[in-house]
């Protein structure tokens, strides 16, 4: 499954500016900036904040997080049990029980 605008779902924990998109300056203010509220493509921070979104939002869903690999987390119901496998934007699913999807 592949995670749609996934790097601007991040959240921020600093402060971060950008010169103004070209057409979006007032005349006579061109040296002014934007101070982002949330993240944007090509930033070197989106992945992480991607990740650390994602890690809250999965973990709060009783899944827990690989000791040995921070991208692969697992949730065991009983003797249902489902691995979620993360790679950059993409989620592979795998479980022993199709009822727990739903």
Same mark, same amino acid.
């Given at each position: 499954?592949?995670?749609?605008?996934?790097?601007?779902?991040?959240?921020?924990?600093?402060?971060?500016?950008?010169?103004?998109?070209?057409?979006?300056?007032?005349?006579?203010?061109?040296?002014?900036?934007?101070?982002?509220?949330?993240?944007?493509?090509?930033?070197?921070?989106? +992945?992480?904040?991607?990740?650390?979104?994602?890690?809250?939002?999965?973990?709060?869903?009783?899944?827990?997080?690989?000791?040995?690999?921070?991208?692969?987390?697992?949730?065991?119901?009983? +003797?249902?049990?489902?691995?979620?496998?993360?790679?950059?934007?993409?989620?592979?699913?795998?479980?022993?029980?199709?009822?727990?999807?739903?």
């Amino acid at each position: 499954m592949d995670v749609k605008t996934t790097f601007i779902n991040g959240n921020w924990e600093e402060n971060v500016y950008m010169a103004q998109p070209m057409g979006f300056s007032v005349e006579g203010k061109e040296h002014m900036v934007c101070k982002l509220k949330k993240s944007i493509y090509g930033l070197k921070q989106a +992945s992480r904040q991607w990740y650390l979104k994602f890690n809250d939002t999965i973990v709060s869903f009783g899944f827990k997080e690989n000791i040995v690999d921070r991208c692969i987390y697992l949730k065991i119901s009983g +003797s249902k049990v489902i691995f979620l496998i993360l790679y950059v934007d993409d989620i592979l699913l795998a479980t022993n029980d199709l009822g727990l999807f739903h």
